[in-house]
């Protein structure tokens, strides 16, 4: 199936920006550039890489109770992510992470995104209390993956994917094989049912479905 206008579009703008920006990128990591240069660059990526209008779709430093997100990401009306911004030579740690997981649950929003510039970290943000988060995925903009390798993973913060719900779809395929749901689908009725006949099959043992339980939590751990 050919892959729809808009959406080549949009990533061909990813890309076209990437590509164009590395050498500019790298020279602001090179000169510990200050935070506000940093934020000029995210910001010129936000618009002209993932197709946000600067002034309808972006808001410069959001209110959130008594703090300030850096920005905050709007499409239709409805905030849909907030982004926080850190120096461009800056670790981005767990500090910082605790921070933007603040704002985006105080803010009832499901993705928060924390960058230097270079590293682009997308959190999904639960609703439940106490706050979880999940690392949908990390890119390194000046990393030895290939342009297109790191637009591919971009492109699902992107305003066209945004809008149309994609990471949401993605979400729901990353929860599905977290941990807790392939665990409960091993040891459930049918899987053990399965397992016991083709154990049946290659053994000629019927085993017994509490011993078989067993062995499968201990390989599970």
Do not use: C
Request: hydrophobic share 40%.
């Amino acid at each position: 199936m050919p892959t729809p206008v808009w959406e080549q579009k949009s990533r061909d703008s990813l890309k076209t920006f990437i590509k164009k920006n590395l050498k500019t990128l790298a020279m602001l990591e090179e000169r510990d550039a200050v935070e506000a240069d940093t934020r000029t660059f995210v910001t010129d990526m936000l618009v002209e890489g993932f197709g946000y209008d600067k002034y309808l779709e972006l808001t410069s430093e959001m209110r959130i109770q008594h703090e300030f997100a850096d920005i905050g990401i709007r499409l239709d009306q409805d905030e849909v992510a907030i982004v926080e911004i850190k120096r461009v030579k800056l670790n981005l740690k767990e500090q910082q992470l605790r921070q933007v997981k603040t704002y985006a649950a105080n803010k009832g929003l499901s993705w928060a995104i924390l960058t230097n510039g270079r590293i682009w970290q997308v959190y999904r943000i639960s609703e439940t209390t106490p706050i979880t988060d999940h690392l949908m995925f990390s890119v390194d903009l000046l990393g030895d993956d290939s342009v297109a390798e790191k637009a591919e993973k971009l492109w699902l913060i992107s305003r066209e994917a945004m809008k149309r719900g994609l990471i949401n779809n993605e979400w729901k395929t990353v929860s599905a094989l977290s941990t807790d749901n392939v665990k409960s689908a091993l040891l459930s009725e049918a899987s053990m049912k399965a397992i016991r006949a083709q154990l049946r099959a290659d053994t000629q043992q019927l085993v017994d479905p509490d011993k078989l339980r067993e062995v499968i939590n201990g390989l599970l751990r």
